[in-house]
């Protein structure tokens, strides 16, 4: 599987943004895919995960109710709406494919970053007025 995201960019706070995570290969469908971010000087978090059928969607606490992550298996892409962003949402966003199909696990499980195989090169989305 290979991923490229897009769709960062400058937004004033209490902006919108909608991220898209582009994947290439048959198994795209299978996987469940997240989003982490990485501030600068910071290690890179948790920040949404959808499972490989779309049902359950998993958020970090600072993101819910302003965040939702969708997936399109037939355009092969998984998106992040970011609505109300803040100062603090800044940072550089990474999307990655789950390195084994057909998880069904806890949102510990889509925290952990090493259970992501596949990386994209991450889209930076900055939050300023």
């Known amino acids: 599987v290979q991923l490229q995201a897009f769709g960062g960019g400058l937004v004033q706070p209490g902006g919108s943004l909608r991220l898209s995570c582009k994947g290439s290969g048959r198994t795209f469908s299978n996987v469940a895919v997240g989003w982490f971010r990485q501030a600068p000087g910071e290690a890179r978090k948790f920040v949404a995960a959808?499972?490989?059928?779309?049902?359950?969607?998993y958020y970090t606490d600072s993101v819910k109710g302003r965040f939702t992550i969708s997936r399109d298996d037939a355009l092969n892409t998984v998106y992040l709406q970011m609505n109300g962003l803040r100062p603090e949402d800044a940072a550089v966003y990474y999307c990655?494919?789950?390195?084994?199909?057909?998880?069904?696990?806890?949102?510990?499980?889509?925290?952990?970053?090493?259970?992501?195989?596949?990386w994209g090169q991450g889209t930076k989305v900055t939050v300023s007025s």
């Open positions: 959808i499972t490989w059928n779309g049902e359950i969607p």
């Open positions: 990655a494919a789950d390195r084994t199909m057909y998880t069904r696990a806890s949102r510990v499980y889509y925290s952990e970053e090493a259970n992501f195989a596949f």
